[in-house]
Structure formats: C-alpha cells, structure tokens
C-alpha cells in the first residue's frame, strides 16, 4: 500500500526566503512522486515530478525537489520565496503509472512580505 | 489546447436529492479519474477510468456514488440520495497514456453543498 505524509500543514516564510515542504512516502515498489500546488478556488497544477531519471527534479516557478530513497522522502524547496507562492502544495505518489494518486494531506504555504 | 473543464462549478442541493457532475477531459487522453476533496478526508480517489477497461471504482464510497464514461470522453459522476457528508470539491482529472509517468491534468473542481 502507498501512503504520503506532509509534515507541517501550515508553512510560513519570508519573502526572499527558502521554501522548504516536507514530503516522506511509504511505497512497496519503486514510487512515482509528483509534487501540485493549488490556488484558492483553483483545480490542481502540476509543480514537478519524478520518473527515476533523475534524482533532483526541477519543476516550474523555481521549485525542486530531491528524492532521496534511504529517507523515502521528497521534499520540495525553492531558494527564494515569492509572494505569488502562497498557495497549498500536495505531494502525491503512484506505484502504477497511470493508475490512481495517493495525496498527502496538504501544506499551506504563507509568504510575508 | 482546452483543459479539463467541469461542470457545474457549484451546485447546491438539498439532501436527498440526487446530483449530476460532468467533466469534459482534455482531448485525446485515454484516462480519467475522479478526486474528492474535503476538509475532513483531504483529497481522495473515486474512480478510474482507462480506454475500454472495466473502470477502476475501488474508491467510491458508498452505491449511491456511479459514474460513467461515454464514448471514450465525458464523464458523469452521479451521486443518489445525497447527504451533508457528500459536501465536498470533486476534481476531474486526465492523462494521456504514452508517457510514464502518467500526469494527470486537472479540472477546476466542482463544489458541492448538501443542505
């Protein structure tokens, strides 16, 4: 069974500052892992993703996210905030391509000016 | 190109009632998949469509919950009976199956009131 766990549901930083959002998984097979963000009263949009071509995934608007097997986590990150940031971020995982996402619970993501 | 588009972006029913959800996917992609997002359970799978196969409706919650694919492209997710606990954004979603892994393209959601 795969599962996907987001520690912290709530996020707060600096504009400028590092963005960094938490993402482990559980997964019984080499995982598929993808990262969305969603703005208010928007439909998903999909941020980055990992097909086991490359560890570091670069993604739109600056985002990247490392997947690092020993800590089965996938933590997404950006270097600089940007006020137009502010949003919820998922991460998701499948371990069959095309079949159905797991989601974790959601980051909210704040940026102060 | 067009996205995935849903309709209605809200509806408010009363419960009891039943309500018709259709999503439009983008053209050409083979697979489609209906999400449930509400504060209590996050974002969850319901049913899975793919080509001709028989549809995936492992994460339907309940019989009053049916959906169906017509000709390879729209969808309808139908909810019987509904209930408040029925209150809840569905998304649509679809993907194009020639490149692994699949992503999968959202619509804007529909969000449902029960009352």
């Known amino acids: 069974a795969q599962s996907v766990t987001q520690l912290g549901s709530h996020v707060s930083v600096s504009e400028g500052a590092l963005v960094l959002l938490r993402c482990n998984y559980s997964?019984?097979?080499?995982?598929?892992l993808f990262w969305y963000v969603q703005y208010p009263n928007q439909g998903l949009q999909l941020l980055l993703k990992?097909?086991?071509?490359?560890?570091l995934v670069k993604g739109i608007n600056g985002f990247e996210a490392e997947f690092k097997k020993s800590e089965t986590s996938f933590h997404l990150t950006k270097p600089s905030a940007h006020m137009s940031d502010a949003a919820e971020y998922f991460c998701a995982v499948t371990e069959t391509s095309g079949s159905r996402l797991t989601f974790g619970e959601g980051t909210q993501l704040t940026v102060n000016p | 190109g067009a996205g995935v588009s849903q309709s209605p972006s809200n509806k408010v029913t009363e419960k009891g009632k039943d309500v018709e959800l259709r999503c439009d996917p983008i053209s050409g992609h083979t697979a489609l998949y209906w999400y449930r997002q509400s504060l209590g359970q996050g974002l969850e799978f319901l049913i899975y469509f793919q080509g001709n196969s028989a549809p995936d409706k492992s994460g339907l919650p309940s019989d009053r919950f049916s959906a169906e694919r017509t000709g390879g492209s729209v969808s309808t997710l139908t909810i019987q009976r509904t209930q408040q606990e029925d209150s809840a954004v569905y998304l649509c979603?679809?993907?194009?199956?020639?490149?692994?892994?699949?992503?999968?393209?959202f619509g804007p959601g529909t969000r449902l009131t029960v009352t």
């Open positions: 997964s019984s097979v080499p995982p598929y």
């Open positions: 979603a679809s993907s194009l199956v020639v490149d692994r892994p699949y992503e999968q393209y």
């Open positions: 990992y097909t086991s071509a490359a560890t």
